[in-house]
């Protein structure tokens, strides 16, 4: 019985030690992003493209499981909204995920004041931009 107690004890201070001292993961900003070896950057920003895209998928979906047409959904839900200006833009250039990934970079290097926003931000405004600019 003093043998579970103490490790129920040791496990609950574990516990309580490792989400005390947890840094949530999407708290990644500019200045992480930098520090990042080329690969690991390129990676993220797949990752950030990745994911917008698959909203299109979930607008797709909503269809047929929810009963809405895209249109309805889009009313609702602003994320998909949001994200389709730069995956259709991304899609519509045949940007390669180098590319993506080298217009992010370039935004990075010449806005160090922007290092301080989380990537997913600065992702999108890199992209924007450069789609504003075609």
């Known amino acids: 019985m003093r043998t579970t107690l103490v490790w129920a004890v040791l496990l609950a201070v574990g516990a309580w030690v490792l989400l005390a001292t947890a840094q949530p993961l999407w708290a990644l900003d500019g200045n992480e992003w930098m520090r990042f070896p080329g690969h690991e950057k390129r990676a993220y920003v797949m990752g950030v493209v990745d994911t917008w895209q698959m909203i299109k998928t979930v607008v797709r979906e909503s269809e047929k499981d929810l009963g809405m047409s895209s249109e ?4 609702v839900d602003f994320t998909a909204t949001f994200y389709s200006e730069v995956t ?25 004041e922007q290092w301080q926003y989380s990537m997913p931000s600065n992702v999108w405004s890199a992209l924007t931009e450069s789609c504003r600019n075609r």
Do not use: H, P, W
């Open 88 to 112: 259709s833009c991304v899609n519509e250039a045949g940007m390669s995920y180098d590319q993506i990934s080298g217009i992010v970079e370039t935004y990075m290097k010449e806005r160090r």
């Open 72 to 75: 309805d959904f889009l009313k």
